[in-house]
């Protein structure tokens, strides 16, 4: 059974900076790729970048990010504390949505955005 827990979220000013944490426990071959994605209020889910516990970096279209957060987000993970990290720089008000970690033993389904394991999110508000 794959666990993952977020935090970090809270309400930060334009032009700000949080660093979102995702505390994961289970089997360790269920979460090779890990992934943030968030989704604000009536607009579809969007995902954000992914990494494998190797480090590579990955996300749809061969690019390490998505071209919203490109330049201002980065993915990261430590493997040895079993945690994943989004460091959220420049925020913008666009950027106020519930973020979500995911995990998932293949790449394909994360890009996909159907990971088979999430976190219940934290709330970023930008304003």
């Known amino acids: 059974h794959v666990q993952l827990v977020e935090s970090g979220g809270r309400s930060v000013q334009v032009g700000g900076s949080l660093r979102l944490s995702c505390a994961a426990s289970?089997?360790?071959?269920?979460?090779?790729?890990m992934g943030w994605f968030r989704q604000a209020p009536g607009k579809e889910r969007e995902g954000l970048a992914a990494i494998a516990a190797d480090g590579t970096t990955a996300y749809a279209g061969g690019t390490n990010y998505a071209d919203s957060v490109k330049g201002r987000f980065t993915i990261s993970r430590d493997n040895a504390k079993n945690t994943l990290y989004l460091q959220l720089n420049s925020l913008k008000p666009e950027d106020t949505a519930m973020y979500y970690c995911a995990a998932d033993r293949t790449l394909s389904r994360v890009v996909a955005g159907f990971p088979s394991h999430w976190g219940q999110g934290t709330q970023v508000t930008v304003s």
């Open positions: 289970g089997d360790p071959s269920k979460m090779w790729w």
